[in-house]
């Protein structure tokens, strides 16, 4: 639960303004990668239910922090226009593509007054000209907090941005988030879902994919692998408290498999590294494909995706044998779940790496899937998210 509201907050910090104190101190909270998407949920209820001027801007720097954990580079807009500065609510930019595709975002509360895409029209054309990139590479997205979304739909269709503008409510930016944690879709594929070819409103494609999961996880409740035995050799002697699963360092080069073969990127706190080394595992999490390898982004003061491992097999929490009771893990390190899942790893072949891959700008704040050649050739963390 959010503790730190934004009506406390503003008493605390006084008024929310451009550069306020209260614009800084939200914006380091959704920033930090151990505020969960849960609590990110909590201040945006808050901020499309409130009436107070500083619930449109907490509002504005949501929907930023929705891009920035989409895996965009995001620059935070101005609250009030001003005549120094291009008026737009947020710009994103994704590097997924050959050339750099921009959006530029507007965020409405409701849909009480009519919207004129022709604001976000005038944004996108500043935009060009100061920084002089081609135009198709720019494109509009208007985020809606509540309200008839159909009819602004309609009204960027009648428009002449009808190929260049998108739609959608931040509750439903906000599910493509989970769908993201849950199903570790890649940066580049979140990007082909906002900026679809003949589609205006993305929302209805938010909706359509998170109907496939539903019925994905439905059709397959009960299934999955069965596990729980103790292992033995090859180095590893089982869960243990105080066990250390570290066979030593590898390269990236070193490690075997097709280029083509999937790696699962979680992040854990410096001090969930404890759980992968007693258990030889990691958990508990919503994974729905076999990857054949796990790496490890560790945050705090590390920064660095730093462990490797090759999976085993994938279990519920209740039927992996870890080092330590259920209850001793959940609230501690990583918020774990008993509900969700352990990725069990080979025996033998967890390693820190020799050449761990160091943030740049993306961050996992969940699960991400990346290649194994694209994991090898890696420089930085933007290179695999």
Do not use: C
Not at 219 to 243: F, K, L, M, Y
């Amino acid at each position: 639960m959010v503790e730190l509201t934004l009506d406390r907050i503003v008493n605390l910090a006084g008024d929310w303004t451009d550069g306020s104190r209260a614009s800084e101190q939200f914006r380091e909270i959704i920033e930090d990668e151990q505020t969960t998407t849960e609590e990110i949920e909590a201040y945006l209820q808050e901020a499309i239910n409130g009436s107070e001027p500083y619930h449109n801007k907490a509002l504005q720097d949501l929907v930023n922090n929705f891009g920035r954990r989409l895996g965009f580079e995001i620059e935070y807009g101005v609250y009030q226009g001003r005549s120094d500065t291009i008026g737009y609510d947020g710009h994103w930019i994704s590097t997924a593509t050959d050339d750099d595709t921009h959006l530029v975002v507007e965020t409405k509360t409701n849909t009480a007054y009519s919207i004129d895409p022709g604001q976000a029209g005038e944004y996108m054309a500043q935009f060009v000209d100061e920084h002089e990139v081609n135009r198709e590479q720019v494109y509009g997205l208007y985020v809606i907090g509540e309200g008839d979304v159909e009819t602004v739909s309609q009204t960027v269709l009648g428009s002449q941005y009808r190929d260049r503008m998108r739609v959608i409510t931040a509750q439903r930016l906000l599910d493509l988030l989970e769908i993201q944690e849950d199903s570790g879709l890649r940066h580049d594929q979140v990007v082909d879902v906002l900026l679809p070819i003949n589609a205006v409103d993305v929302g209805q494609l938010v909706g359509l994919i998170q109907d496939v999961i539903e019925f994905r996880e439905d059709d397959t409740e009960g299934g999955g692998s069965t596990g729980g035995s103790r292992v033995t050799g090859d180095g590893w002697d089982g869960p243990q408290i105080g066990a250390d699963a570290v066979q030593g360092t590898i390269s990236r080069e070193e490690l075997e498999g097709p280029d083509e073969a999937t790696v699962a990127v979680f992040p854990s706190q410096t001090s969930g590294v404890e759980f992968l080394k007693e258990n030889n595992a990691w958990g508990f999490v919503r994974i729905n494909q076999e990857p054949e390898y796990v790496a490890m982004y560790i945050s705090d003061d590390v920064q660095e995706v730093r462990y490797v491992a090759r999976v085993r097999e994938i279990v519920s929490a209740t039927e992996a044998q870890l080092a330590r009771t259920l209850e001793s893990y959940i609230g501690d390190q990583a918020e774990f779940d008993e509900g969700k899942k352990v990725v069990l790893f080979e025996p033998g072949s967890l390693y820190e790496l020799a050449d761990p891959i160091e943030y740049e700008s993306r961050v996992p704040y969940s699960l991400r899937y990346t290649e194994l050649g694209r994991f090898k050739q890696a420089e930085t963390t933007d290179d695999i998210l």
